[in-house]
């Protein structure tokens, strides 16, 4: 076995996030731009170089991987990479393999694919679902039906896929909303995430217009339900209660009010083959130049290393008037979410 990735502050990297398109069929408010341009098709890794990147992981001792975007469910021949990370899962303990393999979906072409993602061998599917409004869902979104979403949920459910519902909390989202949403998730047997904007990219939207502190969320959730601390972890940043009325849990992603830096066990894999040690910074290490320039699975192997080395201790992201908001210049759907 190698050595575990061990970052400057003596964190175990051990989680992969993977982007494995910049492009969606959705153009939501918080992340993109309405005429997003997306990135020319050479500079985007093809499927089998980003599967030798990840091989390069999982020697490292990568445990999990999530697979983003973009939309991920938009990049074709998704279904051969899902099969391929799939069969590291279930490898015999000491030997370098996956305990989970999951994806982050705006739910648009689930009903398609639930089954293949089942077949995959993944369990968990993050579905991004900000209302159950259909006109407000259209909003924010600006090209999405919510219908489309709601099959697609559905069909997940259906395949036997635990749903894990993420809502970007907007200054504009009414507490009837999250409540419709608390509701919802405890009818569907789905636990609700709620998260925090942050600054990354300019979507053509002003950020302070937008960013609702969780805090506030959270003191309004508590006088409408039964909210009960719990210890559950799924391994990332999420803080989660359990909601008595309906017995599913709601997290709470709170970058901007409590930094969750501290714990951070992950990196995340752009579909160009940049490597960002940290979500709220810059730094970045180009693996697509190694990687097509021919480098073997060692070398790969000692260029992520060195890019772990240089993992910073956290994000400066900081919401407030445009002049005083500090963020980063790229797009959550260029960095993978
Ligand atoms: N298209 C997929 C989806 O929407 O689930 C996967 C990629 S998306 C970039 C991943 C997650 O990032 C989504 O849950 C989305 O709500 C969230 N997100 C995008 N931009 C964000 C921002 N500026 N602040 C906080 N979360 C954001
Ligand atoms: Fe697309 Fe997801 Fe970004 Fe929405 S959040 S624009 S669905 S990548």
Not at 30 to 43: D, R, S
Not at 148 to 162: C, F, P, S, V, W
Not at 232 to 253: C, K, M, S
């Amino acid at each position: 076995m190698n050595a575990p990735l061990i970052d400057p502050f003596g964190r175990h990297v051990s989680y992969l996030r993977v982007s494995v398109t910049d492009r969606c069929d959705m153009r939501c408010v918080y992340c993109m731009a309405e005429n997003m341009v997306f990135l020319p098709k050479p500079e985007v890794l093809t499927l089998e170089e980003l599967e030798r990147l990840c091989r390069a992981f999982i020697a490292l001792g990568t445990r999990r991987i999530r697979v983003t975007g973009g939309e991920p469910l938009v990049r074709r021949g998704l279904d051969g990479f899902m099969r391929s990370l799939g069969d590291w899962l279930g490898r015999p303990a000491g030997q370098p393999g996956l305990d989970e393999l999951t994806i982050t979906t705006n739910g648009s072409q689930l009903a398609r694919f639930a089954p293949m993602l089942r077949d995959a061998g993944v369990e968990r599917v993050n579905v991004s679902l900000d209302t159950l409004d259909p006109a407000r869902f259209r909003a924010v979104t600006r090209i999405g039906r919510l219908e489309q979403t709601l099959e697609g949920i559905e069909a997940a459910r259906a395949e036997g896929l635990a749903v894990r519902i993420n809502m970007v909390a907007m200054r504009d989202t009414s507490e009837d909303e999250i409540d419709s949403m608390v509701a919802w998730c405890g009818q569907v047997g789905a636990d609700l995430c709620l998260i925090e904007t942050m600054p990354m990219g300019d979507t053509g939207e002003d950020r302070l217009d937008r960013y609702l502190p969780l805090s506030v969320v959270r003191a309004g959730l508590e006088r409408r339900w039964t909210l009960r601390e719990t210890a559950h972890r799924t391994g990332g940043p999420a803080r989660y209660v359990l909601v008595e009325e309906t017995g599913q849990r709601i997290g709470f992603i709170t970058p901007m009010t409590h930094t969750f830096c501290e714990t951070c066990n992950r990196v995340r894999l752009s579909c160009t083959g940049t490597l960002f040690m940290c979500l709220g910074q810059d730094d970045a290490a180009d693996l697509r130049r190694p990687l097509r320039e021919g480098a073997d699975q060692p070398a790969l192997m000692a260029a992520i290393r060195q890019a772990i080395r240089r993992k910073p201790k956290g994000h400066d992201f900081v919401i407030g008037r445009r002049e005083d908001t500090r963020g980063v210049a790229r797009h959550m759907s260029a960095t993978g979410g």
